[in-house]
């Protein structure tokens, strides 16, 4: 199995996702944080993790890109480009079905978003150390399918147009046999892994996360593997997710864990997620996609930040 620490010539770190959405602000509404909001949250996460993921080209990932350069952040990015739906997903639960006008002004939305990661790849080459094509478009369930055959057209634009390493963020489960020829564009597979999504508990959970990483590395070995996303949530109010199986107890459990098995082996992985998201899911306060930062949306430390942050309680 190759390590992109080797393959890629890319030194081992901690590694987190962000994205700076406060109360009141949403990527729907078109509300982003400002400059001095993402001056704030980086600030917290510098000298803590060296890798952050964005998932969009859009105005909070151009914000984000300004602040480290200009307050001399020591920061290494991988951008993401958010490509929406092209082919409509009748398996979807939340609804994945759209018109015949919608799934074209996707694609073209789709390219321009591409252009633009593309863009500030070239225009930011000393921060943005890695990019991707798109992230859970290609699993059963999301809401923004994307045909695998596009998903490589789209790799294959970004090789050419940049010069740092191209993957694509996914479940790990398309990996397994979905994406085999996604596999042969990209330079490094990245996955994501979510067993209490997967109704196990915290006793069963690292376990498993191995094994959805191992499934895929042993596969491809002649591919690194990076997890892109693997976290655990503190809150739920049953909607695919136990109560029970959920807290801020048992997402330290998880994160430690994580970070000792992670840091053992040398895998790169971005744990999920930096700040609560209020704005995600269904408007109910304990819906679970609002509660997997490792702070409150209010900036304050969860129990497994409270030492490092003790200032921040």
């Known amino acids: 199995m190759k390590k992109i620490t080797e393959h890629l010539d890319i030194k081992f770190d901690k590694a987190i996702c962000y994205s700076g959405f406060r109360q009141g602000q949403s990527p729907d509404a078109g509300i982003f944080p400002t400059y001095d909001q993402i001056k704030e949250d980086l600030l917290i996460l510098q000298g803590h993790w060296k890798y952050l993921r964005l998932y969009a080209c859009d105005k909070q990932t151009d914000i984000i890109l300004e602040v480290i350069e200009k307050e001399n952040l020591d920061f ?19 609804g994945g079905a759209f018109s015949e006008g919608q799934l074209i002004a996707n694609k073209e939305h789709n390219i321009n978003e ?9 225009q930011y ?3 943005v150390f890695a990019l991707s094509a798109g992230n859970e478009a290609t699993v059963s369930w ?12 789209y790799v294959n634009i970004i090789k050419k147009g940049t010069k740092q390493p191209v993957t ?21 597979i990245s996955i994501h892994t979510y067993p209490v999504w997967e109704y196990k508990n915290i006793h069963e ?5 191995k094994q959805n990483y191992y499934s ?18 503190t809150n739920s109010n049953g909607r695919g997710i136990d109560p029970g199986n959920v807290s801020e107890d048992l997402q330290e459990v998880y994160y430690q864990d994580l970070m000792k098995w992670t840091e ?35 900036r304050k430390p969860k129990k497994v930040m409270r030492t490092q942050f003790a200032d921040f309680v």
């Open 264 to 298: 053992e082996e040398e895998i790169l992985a971005f744990y999920f997620e930096a700040f609560d998201e209020q704005w995600k899911g269904s408007p109910e306060p304990m819906e679970p996609e609002k509660h997997w930062g490792l702070f409150t949306v209010e």
């Open 142 to 153: 999301t809401d923004h399918y994307v045909p695998v055959e596009s998903v490589i057209r």
């Open 205 to 209: 959970a690292l376990e498993y996360t």
């Open 168 to 188: 694509f963020c996914e479940n790990y489960v398309p990996w397994l046999d979905h994406l085999k020829k996604l596999v042969e564009a990209v330079d490094f």
């Open 216 to 233: 895929i590395a042993e596969r491809y070995p002649h591919k690194p593997v990076v997890i892109t996303e693997a976290g655990w949530a």
């Open 76 to 94: 290494q990015v991988m951008l993401g480009a958010y490509i929406g739906a092209e082919m409509n997903n009748f398996g979807c639960p939340w």
């Open 114 to 122: 591409i252009e633009k990661l593309i863009k500030l790849a070239n």
């Open 125 to 127: 080459p000393d921060i």
